[in-house]
């Protein structure tokens, strides 16, 4: 049997779809197993035992500088013929967003069954095509996601979120650490990751500052993650302004180590190495959930029904202005504490 799983948008959508994954190879051991995913969501899964083969294309707005979008429509379209050729027996469209795309890709493809959810093209469905209905209660992505098994008899509860780890890029930045001043006196490490897509999601500088500062006093060991780059990127907007902003308002002698993380596999193997984590909702919160960290998170106007880190021991932290910036550093602080027990 010939299967594949077709997710096109961002990293947390794709780590809550590993439920599924896991259920589907538990289900079906021998099958082929294969993913059709973008480049920024790829090194989620890329490499990880429960799939075969990881088809990936570039959206035209994270191409290199040096790639034509010509080039990259070409690329994608070599893909998607080599997945022609596969011939798979069922292709399922996960998630709730973008579904007609999926459903035309997969089309394309020859499958022989399709599974997704409803909406207005299930009026023209064919008969090789099952369109389950939009769950009408809200229920969080992992929940929904695993929906669209049950045409294939697999219900229940969905297990943990798994993600796709480099043992090498680990042992390099634990390497790192271990050489660094003042790491060898850290009773544990804490990661912090600074960045946030939506201004909402942002936690000011101030109180990182006033939440490292406690975290140090009590002998914890900080790893400083954000997106690298300047603010004002069209393509790519980072942090490195904020990043330094924050150091250098800190003490010399804090054990803080710094991880700008150009690559998605190094978030992954840098968040791999902490016992516990403070961010907010977005990418680098679900990677956490699907390492198995417990996780203080902060919400600004997205879901927390919908969005929470699945399957781990986490503590929501939402304003009622659903703005990160008014969650006290009091709360953060109480929120830690009461994941330690």
């Known amino acids: 049997m010939k299967v594949l799983l077709i997710r096109r948008d961002n990293i947390g959508d794709l780590i809550c779809t590993t439920p599924l994954l896991i259920a589907l190879r538990e289900r079906y ?22 799939v075969n083969t990881v088809y990936v294309y570039t959206k035209l707005k994270h191409r290199d500088l040096d790639t034509s979008a010509f080039a990259a429509l070409m690329s994608r379209f070599k893909v998607l013929w080599r997945m022609r050729c596969q011939r798979y027996d069922l292709v399922i469209l996960a998630g709730q967003a973008g579904v007609i795309r999926m459903l ?53 509860s969905p297990p943990q979120a798994t993600i796709a780890l480099d043992p090498a890029l680990c042992a390099g930045i634990r390497q790192k650490l271990e050489t660094s001043d003042g790491f060898s006196r850290v009773r544990g490490l804490t990661a912090i990751h600074i960045s946030a897509r939506k201004p909402s999601q942002r936690w000011p500088v101030e109180s990182w500052v006033a939440l490292i500062n406690v975290l140090a006093a009590q002998g914890e060991g ?42 998605l596999d190094e978030l992954i ?32 106007q997205s879901d927390p029904r919908v969005w929470h880190p699945w399957g781990v021991a986490h503590c929501v932290l939402q304003a009622p202005s659903c703005d990160v910036a008014d969650v006290p550093v009091d709360e953060a602080l109480a929120a830690l504490a009461s994941l330690s027990h």
């Open 222 to 263: 900080l790893l400083l993650f954000w997106s690298p780059g300047v603010a004002d990127d069209a393509h790519h907007p980072g942090d490195d302004a904020k990043a330094a902003e924050i150091i250098a308002a800190l003490p010399a002698d804090v054990p803080l180590f710094a991880c700008p993380t150009r690559q």
């Open 104 to 156: 035309a890709t997969a089309r394309r493809l020859g499958a022989g069954r399709i599974i997704g959810f409803t909406g207005p093209y299930a009026m023209s469905a064919r008969p090789s095509e099952t369109f389950i209905a939009r769950p009408e209660a809200t229920e969080h992505e992992v929940l929904s996601n695993f929906r669209l098994l049950a045409p294939l008899g697999i219900t229940g």
């Open 269 to 300: 193997a840098g968040l791999s190495l902490a016992r516990r984590v403070v961010c907010s909702d977005g990418g680098a919160m679900h990677v956490a959930a699907a390492l198995g960290k417990p996780i203080v998170c902060f919400f600004g």
């Open 29 to 50: 051991p021998d099958a082929q197993l294969d993913l059709y995913v973008n480049s920024y969501n790829a090194p989620v899964i890329k490499g990880h035992y429960l």
